[in-house]
Structure formats: C-alpha cells, structure tokens
C-alpha cells in the first residue's frame, strides 16, 4: 500500500507551482492570493536544500537565512493568514484519513482532500482547495508523525473567527476616507496597511507614494522581542537598508497588490538575485521588497518569518 507521504514525496518544487498555479482559478478570491503566498513562503527546494545538507549551518549560513524557515514548529500556524485557516482542523483531518493512495496527479489529491474536508466543514470546495494544496505541502515537508501529533488548533479568537469572507474582502478593496476635500490632499494623503488581518492592531499609516517599508518606522511599538529581525523604532517589517540590497523586507501582498506602484528594474533585478519570485517590470505582483512598493491607497500584507538568499540554491 503506497502512503500518502510516499505519492507527495513524488512531486518536486516546479510541480508543485504548476499544480498550485493551475488550480489557482478555482480557490475562492478570498485566498486565491494567500495561498500562492504561502507557497512562496515555504519553497520545498529550500527545505529538501537544508534536509540534504552535510552541514546544515553552513548550508543556513551560505544561503543568508535569517529568521524561523521551516515549517516544522509551524504545523499549525504558518498559514494563520489563510481564511481557510478556520477550517484547518477538518483539512488536517482528511488529510490523515487519507492513507492509501493510487499514483495519480497531484492536482487530483489536493482536490480529494478538499472534497472530503467541506462534507465535514460544510462548506464549498473552492473556500478549502488552498488549504488542502498547504496542509498536504506542509506533510510533505515535516513529515508524517510531526504531522499527526500537531494538535491541529485553530490559532484565531472567536471574534475574528467569526468574521465572513465577504467582510474581510470588503476591508481590504476600503481605502480610507481623506475628508471632503482629499482629492487635494495629493502627496499627503494617509493610508492604512495592515500587517496582520487578524490582529484589528496591526496597522500603521503610510503617505502618498511612500515606501511601506519607510512607512512602518511610524509604528514605535517594540517588535524586536517577537521578531528578533526587527530593528528598534524601524516598526513591524525586519529591514537592514533601503535600497534592495538585504531582502529582508519581502512581504506578500493579501489585499491590495494594484495600490502599490509597478515593480521598476531594480526591484525585478533585486529580486531575482534574492530567489522569492521573478517579477516582471511593470507589474504588480503579489510578493514584494517593502522598500521599493509605494503605496497609493490601503493595502494588507503578511510580513514572512524568515529571509535569505534562496537564489544560491
């Protein structure tokens, strides 16, 4: 009997995007977006890079990592920022009663799981298809009794638990109000980014045309105990310059991706030699350097937990 463990260990990295990407149409808007991020994330070429390692530290050191890559102390939180996320119990359920499998795509077991978790969740398949493709990704990366002994506990209150997709759709698409004259306000108009959706806290106020990265160094609270990245009074985004030179200030982008300005050639260049994805100049990509995206309206981001070099791989 092939496991379930054994068919995912079949597919490397590039199938894994394909199969994610092309089933992209059919998750539900409201983690469509998130879900793409998450993989960006938790690339499996980094993790089968350092599970390969003669030497792991020096393989870390090579590669720049900084931060908490990896999913293994994450099982049950990396993908917090997923709607889906409130459903992580009945996905990591059918995942784990999924134990004897036929070789097949893997586009078709993600769909599986999915399938066997919204007859629990009661709900449609497309609300479950992005968690079903992280919940299976984050098997194949920790492995199987990691996976089964993670509690499978869903990390939000119930007062943010209960909000619907329709509302948290809504506040994002919402710029804020610049008052009855704002259309002559130009460079100081104000807008809200949130960094955590789930945290009604999170937020702090970028102007016009401002980098977002600049524009966390108006958050004075202390992030640095949480995030040993953070540098005092630089806010919530780790960062070590302001000229795309670290990579340490990537973030992916929930809500928002049109507000912030086209990628330029430096930021296209910047982040190729980083590895988290290739943008395209004049585009506006869901993954970006928070130094070089300014903002022209509200926008909701998710600040990674780690940042390296994975270019070197």
């Not at 993790?47 to 590669?63: G, S, V, Y």
């Not at 996905?91 to 066997?116: C, F, N, P, R, Y």
């Not at 260049?269 to 300014?294: D, W």
Request: hydrophobic share 40%; net charge neutral.
């Amino acid at each position: 009997m092939k496991t379930l463990f054994d068919e995912l260990c079949r597919f490397d990295g590039a199938e894994w995007r394909r199969t994610v990407e092309m089933l992209a149409g059919q998750i539900h808007d409201i983690d469509r977006n998130a879900t793409l991020i998450w993989f960006a994330f938790y690339p499996l070429e980094l993790h089968l890079a350092l599970e390969a390692a003669a030497d792991r530290p020096t393989k870390e050191r090579k590669l720049g990592l900084m931060g908490r890559w990896g999913l293994a102390d994450k099982i049950d939180s990396s993908h917090r920022f997923l709607f889906a996320h409130r459903y992580w119990p009945q996905v990591k359920s059918a995942i784990t009663a999924t134990d004897d499998v036929t070789h097949g795509q893997l586009g078709a077991l993600i769909t599986q799981v999915a399938e066997a978790a919204c007859r629990t969740a009661r709900v449609d398949r497309d609300r479950l298809l992005g968690m079903a493709a992280v919940g299976l990704m984050t098997l194949r990366q920790v492995g199987i009794d990691a996976f089964n002994a993670a509690p499978g506990t869903v990390l939000l209150d119930a007062q943010i638990r209960a909000r619907s997709a329709h509302q948290i759709q809504t506040a994002r698409a919402k710029d804020d109000w610049q008052g009855l004259l704002g259309f002559l306000r130009g460079t100081n108009k104000e807008w809200t980014v949130t960094f955590d959706e789930n945290d009604p806290a999170a937020t702090f106020t970028a102007m016009q045309d401002q980098e977002i990265a600049s524009a966390a160094r108006t958050d004075k609270r202390e992030y640095r105990s949480k995030d040993p990245r953070c540098t005092p009074n630089e806010g919530p985004i780790p960062v070590e310059c302001r000229s795309a030179s670290c990579g340490t200030c990537w973030v992916g982008v929930l809500g928002g991706a049109e507000k912030l300005s086209p990628v330029d050639a430096h930021e296209a260049a910047r982040m190729k030699v980083f590895g988290y994805t290739a943008p395209e100049v004049g585009s506006r990509p869901i993954v970006r350097l928070a130094c070089q995206a300014r903002t022209t309206g509200a926008v909701s981001i998710v600040i990674p937990p780690w940042n390296g070099i994975i270019a070197r791989l």
